[in-house]
């Protein structure tokens, strides 16, 4: 509803940063959820180039490293950014814990090994 109105997807989720548009308080969403168990952010970066935000990449922590979900992910990178978008993040991506999508590429998922994957993630 936000690009059908605007004819670009938000630069974020939530303001803060460089941010120049935000889905949060938009009228389309009036409070972005986060993650239930630790209380992380979801991670959203708009893809396109300049101001031309055609695209987005959407990523989600799971705590189960074995999710067959996992395997369904695009594992994009996110090249390039729209100016003002928070930097993308690798959906194949591994951080202290396993528990974050961040830029950092560690071992294929699913497994249970501590380096697993944990990021599913989504490009529409």
Do not use: W
Not at 29 to 45: D, E, F, Q, R, T
Not at 72 to 93: H, M
Request: aromatic share 10%; glycine share 14%; hydrophobic share 25%.
């Amino acid at each position: 509803m936000y690009y059908d109105k605007n004819g670009n997807y938000p630069t974020c989720l939530k303001a803060g940063g460089s941010c120049t548009t935000v889905l949060e308080g938009s009228g389309f969403m009036s409070s972005v959820p986060s993650n239930p168990l630790s209380g992380l952010s979801y991670y959203y970066a708009a893809r396109g180039s300049g101001t031309n935000c055609n695209s987005y990449h959407l990523g989600a922590s799971l705590e189960d490293k074995n999710n067959k979900a996992l395997l369904t992910g695009p594992d994009a990178t996110i090249l390039p950014v729209c100016t003002g978008s928070y930097p993308g993040f690798s959906g194949l991506s591994y951080a202290a814990g396993g528990q974050q999508c961040n830029a950092v590429v560690g071992t294929p998922q699913p497994t249970a090994l501590a380096t697993g994957e944990t990021c599913y993630d989504l490009v529409p």
